[in-house]
Nanobody, 119 residues
Framework: QVQLVESGGGLVQPGGSLRVSCAASGRAFSTYAMGWFRQAPGKEREFVAGITWDGRSTSYADSVKGRFTISRDTVKNTVYLQMNSLKPEDTAVYYC????????????WGQGTQVTVSS
């Protein structure tokens, strides 16, 4: 069983930066692939970024490539999403997720954290 708790969301101006975090509980955290998804009002939830259990491989949606960076700290049981050059279209609820197999539908979800990009 893995529990995920996101934090770090908030209001930021276009062009600004924000880092959201996902704290995981459970001793098996280091064996899970982790990912970030987001859902904007009236839209489907979409994949944003993913990282393998060992941190050696990452993947990104085309819309955030070059601007967002996913990382994980196994000692702290935490996954991060560093977001730079934010745009209004990045506004969404950001969800952390854990999957036993990278690329498979997540097995666990966090409750989400709101990120709003607006002047």
């Amino acid at each position: 069983q893995v529990q995920l708790v996101e934090s770090g969301g908030g209001l930021v101006q276009p062009g600004g930066s924000l880092r959201v975090s996902c704290a995981a509980s459970g001793r098996a955290f280091s064996t899970y692939a982790m990912g970030w998804f987001r859902q904007a009002p009236g839209k489907e939830r979409e994949f944003v970024a993913g990282i393998t259990w060992d941190g050696r491989s990452t993947s990104y949606a085309d819309s955030v490539k070059g601007r967002f960076t996913i990382s994980r700290d196994t000692v702290k049981n935490t996954v991060y999403l560093q977001m730079n050059s934010l745009k209004p279209e990045d506004t969404a609820v950001y969800y952390c997720a854990a999957a036993v197999i990278a690329g498979s539908p997540p097995d666990y979800w966090g409750q989400g954290t709101q990120v709003t990009v607006s002047s």
